[in-house]
């Protein structure tokens, strides 16, 4: 079994930055893909970003220069870092991770992007 924790999301002003953390624990021998996804009310849920464990990096056009993400294959960490912020990016953001061939999900952290 596998368990993520996440954090870091909040209340920004458009413009402004956040970052995201999501730490996996359990039985973990390696990690494959690491990655975000996020679901705005009434939306489906939607690819932000995955990264692989070679470090290789899927990002979606929509935040495609905005947001960046990062891995630490030692600690079984997943960062997203979002900057320009803007009220579209307002969601639930879930963290994923595979293990052997296995998807587990975070319980999502609220990101909301409003002045």
């Known amino acids: 079994q596998v368990q993520l924790v996440e954090s870091g999301g909040g209340l920004v002003q458009p413009g402004g930055s956040l970052r995201l953390s999501c730490a996996a624990s359990?039985?973990?021998?390696?990690?494959?893909?690491m990655g975000w996804y996020r679901q705005a009310p009434g939306k489906q849920r939607d690819l932000v970003a995955t990264?692989?464990?070679?470090?290789?990096?899927d990002v979606s056009d929509s935040v495609k220069g905005r947001f960046t993400i990062s891995r630490d294959n030692a600690k079984n960490t997943v960062t997203l870092r979002m900057n320009s912020l803007k009220p579209e990016d307002t969601a639930v953001y879930y963290c994923?991770?595979?293990?052997?061939?296995?998807?587990?999900w975070g319980q999502g952290t609220q990101v909301t992007v409003s002045s």
């Open positions: 994923t991770v595979r293990v052997a061939g296995r998807s587990y």
């Open positions: 359990g039985s973990i021998f390696s990690i494959g893909v």
């Open positions: 990264i692989t464990s070679g470090g290789r990096t």
